[in-house]
């Protein structure tokens, strides 16, 4: 949540990990990956005229939404901000009572936000309020193109990535296909953090300091009669954060809301559809591709 904490943090970009799955008559070859060593499982026997190498297509459906954990509080948050408090029982009259003030200083919060036209912000604010504890979906596609470096990251990574997974791909033999899973959370499968610190943007208030991510796979098939290869690379990005408001921050009082059943902290995520790109090992360019959250 943008108003639990201001401390800006950057983000490196991450060597993806890599496995590598090559086509053969006798199945799969190894893995492949940060802190791993590449191996390639060769036929047993040479492939005969009557019986040619099996060529697999490139990987098709959506890439699956990463898994995360975050953490469960019920008193002292996490300095990272990935706690999570429990939904508590409904208030009593006199609970709202002496919380009233709190309470108004929230929905006063939201007016700002309606009148500045942040409707994030206005949201996620009012699911705050709702008490239900319910995720919330957040458009990738809105905080792709109005958080200021967040394009800039998530094409860090997908260069980075393609240009790794193309490196080990081109050793594939000329008359099989193969296919390469990366993530730029590398062997780990770590989250970078990312801060939306413009504190004039609709994203500050409504996430502030959030968990990014992408992940994705490239494919190369057969030597073609002209010499070249067809590769396909496809790609998908996602977030996720914890909408509260962290104790030392401007607006810790609100979380008494949700301490007092009030309000409930609740999960935030958000996923760009599966981006694909077509073209050839001689073709593609992969510090030229340019990273979309469609």
């Given at each position: 949540?943008?108003?639990?904490?201001?401390?800006?943090?950057?983000?490196?970009?991450?060597?993806?990990?890599?496995?590598?799955?090559?086509?053969?008559?006798?199945?799969?070859?190894?893995?492949?990956?940060?802190?791993?060593?590449?191996?390639?499982?060769?036929?047993?026997?040479?492939?005969?005229?009557?019986?040619?190498?099996?060529?697999?297509?490139?990987?098709?459906?959506?890439?699956?939404?990463?898994?995360?954990?975050?953490?469960?509080?019920?008193s002292v948050q996490s300095a990272d901000g990935s706690c999570l408090l429990p939904r508590q029982s409904s208030p009593t009259q006199a609970i709202r009572d002496r919380y009233a003030s709190a309470y108004d200083e929230m929905t006063?919060?939201?007016?700002?936000?309606?009148?500045?036209?942040?409707?994030?912000?206005?949201?996620?604010?009012?699911?705050?309020?709702?008490?239900?504890?319910?995720?919330?979906?957040?458009?990738?596609?809105?905080?792709?193109?109005?958080?200021?470096?967040?394009?800039?990251?998530?094409?860090?990574?997908?260069?980075?990535?393609?240009?790794?997974?193309?490196?080990?791909?081109?050793?594939?033999?000329?008359?099989?296909?193969?296919?390469?899973?990366?993530?730029?959370?590398?062997?780990?499968?770590?989250?970078?953090?990312?801060?939306?610190?413009?504190?004039?943007?609709?994203?500050?208030?409504?996430?502030?300091?959030?968990?990014?991510?992408?992940?994705?796979?490239?494919?190369?098939?057969?030597?073609?009669?002209?010499?070249?290869?067809?590769?396909?690379?496809?790609?998908?990005?996602?977030?996720?954060?914890?909408?509260?408001?962290?104790?030392?921050?401007?607006?810790?009082?609100?979380?008494?809301?949700?301490?007092?059943?009030?309000?409930a902290d609740f999960l935030v995520t958000g996923a760009s559809t599966t981006e694909v790109v077509s073209a050839t090992i001689i073709s593609i360019k992969p510090g030229s591709l340019v990273a979309r959250a469609s």
């Amino acid at each position: 949540m943008a108003v639990r904490g201001w401390l800006v943090l950057g983000i490196s970009g991450l060597m993806a990990g890599l496995s590598v799955a090559a086509c053969s008559p006798s199945g799969a070859g190894g893995a492949a990956g940060a802190g791993q060593t590449a191996r390639t499982r060769l036929p047993a026997t040479a492939s005969s005229s009557s019986s040619p190498p099996r060529v697999v297509g490139p990987p098709s459906g959506d890439i699956p939404f990463p898994k995360f954990s975050y953490a469960t509080c019920s008193s002292v948050q996490s300095a990272d901000g990935s706690c999570l408090l429990p939904r508590q029982s409904s208030p009593t009259q006199a609970i709202r009572d002496r919380y009233a003030s709190a309470y108004d200083e929230m929905t006063g919060l939201l007016s700002l936000c309606r009148a500045a036209g942040y409707s994030n912000c206005t949201r996620a604010g009012q699911h705050y309020l709702s008490a239900s504890g319910v995720p919330l979906t957040v458009s990738m596609a809105g905080v792709y193109q109005e958080v200021p470096g967040f394009r800039e990251q998530l094409q860090s990574w997908l260069r980075t990535s393609v240009a790794a997974a193309l490196h080990r791909l081109r050793d594939t033999p000329p008359d099989r296909s193969a296919s390469v899973t990366w993530d730029s959370g590398g062997a780990g499968r770590g989250w970078g953090s990312f801060d939306t610190e413009d504190a004039n943007t609709d994203w500050h208030y409504t996430l502030g300091r959030f968990w990014a991510r992408m992940a994705g796979d490239a494919w190369i098939g057969p030597v073609g009669p002209d010499g070249d290869r067809p590769v396909r690379i496809r790609y998908r990005s996602f977030l996720w954060d914890i909408y509260n408001f962290n104790a030392g921050s401007r607006f810790e009082s609100l979380e008494d809301l949700a301490k007092a059943g009030m309000a409930a902290d609740f999960l935030v995520t958000g996923a760009s559809t599966t981006e694909v790109v077509s073209a050839t090992i001689i073709s593609i360019k992969p510090g030229s591709l340019v990273a979309r959250a469609s």
